[in-house]
């Protein structure tokens, strides 16, 4: 409790990503790994095994994008090292501790960047007027990449902007908020339709509030919005009891697989 505090304390951090959340939500991930690792590991080598299963399935290896690197726990960055000529990491901001586990390999950057581009103008909306800002078409950074992994990022995008809507400002209905989510997830979608090298996707499809075998509440993270995919499907128990509740266990339902349009080949067994 004590170190997470004074991470939240000592990391630089711009205000606006700091007030909506962001830093909170990246130090109590780390917690919450340090706790559940154990139980995360199944989760997290799918992830590594499919990203690194892409990789290896992209012919062209100058560079590797990954979005949404976060603390790096489902990213196998020495995989990527070796097989890419540069590896671009990806995330609104990166802990010390990401940038350590980086240290040693001089072919990965770090890019702290706002893959919505709405941010910064959701923040400035609510405290101090104007319109809802909505995702302007465009693509993503680095658009050179031969491979742009997605790594458990897609229904993270509007989670946080959403609840700083909610939260701080009464002028919007459930509706107009669901709609702003749905917009940011297709144009995630979209930018990596746009992706001429490999694609790798992996994102939770549900999130499941469960008691013992039975599944109480069953939600969709994606808001309705269908993805193109259909991969490998697996369990992500990611706070089983008491992590996030004293009576029930949550869990993801998790997809994952992997594309390249120039190939014209879509593998996902
Ligand atoms: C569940 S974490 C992904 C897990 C991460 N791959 C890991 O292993 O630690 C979701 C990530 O999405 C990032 N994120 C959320 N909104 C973002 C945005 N608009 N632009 C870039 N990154 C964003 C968060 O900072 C967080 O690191």
Not at 77 to 94: N, Q, R
Not at 108 to 137: E, I, Q
Not at 261 to 266: G, H, Q
Request: include cysteine.
């Amino acid at each position: 409790m004590l170190a997470e505090w004074l991470t939240y304390l000592t990391t630089p951090c711009p205000r606006h990503l700091r007030e909506m959340g962001y830093l909170r939500e990246l130090i109590a991930l780390r917690a919450r790994y340090r706790r559940r690792r154990r139980g995360w590991t199944k989760h997290l080598d799918q992830c590594r095994g499919l990203i690194a299963e892409a990789a290896r399935a992209s012919t062209r290896r100058r560079k590797a994008v990954v979005l949404g690197s976060g603390l790096l726990h489902d990213i196998p960055l020495a995989d990527l090292g070796c097989l890419f000529g540069e590896v671009v990491l990806v995330d609104l901001m990166h802990l010390r501790a990401a940038r350590r586990k980086a240290r040693g390999l001089a072919n990965v950057r770090f890019l702290d960047h706002d893959l919505t581009g709405v941010v910064k103008a959701v923040h400035a909306h609510v405290n101090g007027g104007g319109p809802l800002p909505l995702p302007a078409a465009g693509g993503l950074p680095e658009d050179d990449a031969d491979l742009v992994v997605s790594a458990n990022i897609l229904s993270q995008l509007p989670l946080l902007p959403a609840q700083y809507l909610e939260r701080q400002s009464r002028r919007h209905s459930g509706q107009e908020i669901a709609d702003f989510s749905r917009a940011l997830i297709q144009h995630h979608l979209a930018a990596l339709a746009d992706v001429s090298g490999t694609v790798c996707l992996i994102t939770e499809v549900d999130r499941q509030i469960r008691d013992g075998g039975k599944t109480l509440r069953s939600e969709d993270p994606l808001h309705g919005v269908p993805i193109p995919l259909k991969g490998k499907e697996w369990i992500w128990d990611i706070a089983p009891r008491p992590e996030m509740d004293g009576a029930y266990d949550l869990r993801y339902r998790v997809i994952g697989g992997y594309w390249n349009f120039r190939n014209s080949t879509r593998a996902a067994p």
